[in-house]
């Protein structure tokens, strides 16, 4: 069965400073990878999907992930964080029959 | 174009009642998935409905059942309400020949009192 793990469950940054939450997947085949975004109150906004195309995969407001079959990693970067990136993030993996297993999430504090 | 929309947004149950969640799909999509998310945690799975039938289920108990209509939309049914069925319900769209559109709603907040 498909899975995620999600290496912390809070991360603060700084404004300006680089984003990085980590994703490590677990899969018997070869896994379909997303990030979603969750902001509070609201649902799941898609970030970036990788779907076995480039290993570099780039989403919307400048976040970026890598895959890396090696390490079998998912993490999800931005250069430089903004505070408007505040929010609760969720790797996810496609399991059987096309469902997502998620990760348990990773908030991220941005600090002025 | 309309995303998917789901009512109502918030809701407050009473111990073993019962309680109906609506979704309807984004134009254009054809599968419908309900996600439980509770509070600090990731969605889970919880059933996908495709043609008017349920095409899997995730490891939730037979107190939570569903329909979707020829329209494309869904509804979730909980029956017998416990304290633990507090959660954000997700409802996902999608296209059945795949492509790896999913689109969620922005959920019902059901709180069990």
């Known amino acids: 069965a498909q899975s995620v793990t999600q290496l912390g469950s809070h991360v603060s940054v700084s404004e300006g400073a680089l984003v990085l939450l980590r994703c490590n997947y677990s899969s018997s085949v070869p896994p379909y990878l997303f990030w979603y975004v969750q902001y509070p109150n609201q649902g799941l906004q898609l970030l970036l999907k990788y779907t076995s195309a480039a290993t570099l995969v780039k989403g919307i407001n400048g976040f970026e992930a890598e895959f890396k079959k090696s390490e079998t990693s998912f993490h999800l970067t931005k250069p430089s964080a903004h505070m408007s990136d505040a929010a609760e993030y969720f790797c996810a993996v496609m399991g059987n029959g096309n469902k997502l297993v998620f990760g348990a999430g990773t908030i991220l504090r941005v600090k002025s | 174009d309309a995303g998917v929309t789901q009512s109502p947004t918030h809701l407050i149950k009473t111990r073993g009642q019962q309680v109906t969640l609506r979704c309807s799909p984004k134009s254009g999509h054809d599968t419908v998935s309900w996600y439980q998310q509770a509070l600090g945690q990731g969605p889970q799975f919880i059933f996908q409905?495709?043609?008017?039938?349920?095409?899997q289920r995730g490891n939730f108990p037979d107190r939570f059942s569903g329909h979707q209509f020829p329209n494309y939309s869904s509804e979730l049914n909980v029956n017998a309400l416990l304290l633990g069925d507090s959660a954000l319900y997700l409802c996902?769209?999608?296209?059945?020949?795949?492509?790896?559109?999913?689109?969620f709603g922005s959920g019902t907040r059901l709180t069990v009192v």
């Open positions: 409905y495709y043609e008017e039938e349920e095409r």
């Open positions: 996902a769209s999608s296209l059945h020949t795949g492509g790896f559109g999913y689109t």
